[in-house]
């Protein structure tokens, strides 16, 4: 391979692993163990894991970004956008596993690695920053065409958003219950952004 093949397959095997695992489970050594690679080549991109991690949460988000991208699209209605991505978190986030719902292993490393790992700290605020500002967006749409209660404040209900989703999966993980989270995930998102009551699917109960 060549250096830039192996400073990519690197960040792929990294996210593979937090994925799979967690930060703090997953060591230099596994992560060239799992890559292929010498230490030395480890060393060669990246001074340090808590780098990788921040090189690997900024390719991960490139990839999310377009997905993110084409769920907000214009040529979706804001209903569909709204739907399509909440099914984005099921299908990205939550899974089909009760015993291994991924969650975001970024926001659960930034936990992990304490105050002190402040380049950690940075990038997963950097992350959610550039993520809210893509619920700000639905949140918008909704709001312009008419599909929100009035006299709601669009950043508040974002962070709220975020604080929400982020609580709500962490929760799942715990509990390990899919049709619990299935069902009251969408429904909290409804309360929280105050889509109006006609608007709600027809399977959803207040």
């Not at 799979?20 to 010498?38: F, L, R």
């Not at 690997?56 to 084409?70: Q, T």
């Not at 669009?154 to 709220?160: A, D, G, K, T, W």
């Amino acid at each position: 391979m060549t250096a830039a093949q192996t400073r990519t397959h690197l960040l792929d095997t990294a996210l593979d692993l937090i994925w799979q695992s967690n930060y703090n489970a997953v060591g230099v050594n596994e992560i060239c163990k799992k890559a292929g690679v010498t230490k030395g080549s480890f060393y060669h991109h990246f001074e340090s894991k808590a780098e990788l991690f921040c090189e690997a949460s900024d390719y991960y988000w490139e990839k999310m970004r377009g997905d993110l991208d084409g769920l907000l699209s214009p040529v979706h209605t804001p209903l569909e956008q709204l739907q399509k991505w909440i099914n984005y978190l099921f299908e990205k986030k939550i899974g089909d596993d009760p015993d291994h719902m991924p969650g975001c292993p970024f926001f659960t490393a930034s936990q992990q690695s304490g105050c002190g790992e402040t380049k950690i700290m940075a990038s997963m605020q950097s992350m959610m920053n550039r993520a809210d500002k893509y619920n700000l967006a639905l949140i918008n749409n909704l709001r312009n065409g008419g599909y929100l209660e009035d006299n709601l404040d669009p950043e508040q209900v974002s962070r709220l958003l975020q604080h929400y989703i982020h609580g709500a999966l962490n929760h799942a993980r715990l509990i390990q219950d899919l049709a619990n989270i299935r069902r009251d995930l969408p429904l909290g998102v409804y309360r929280i952004i105050g889509l109006k009551a006609e608007f709600w699917p027809a399977n959803t109960s207040l």
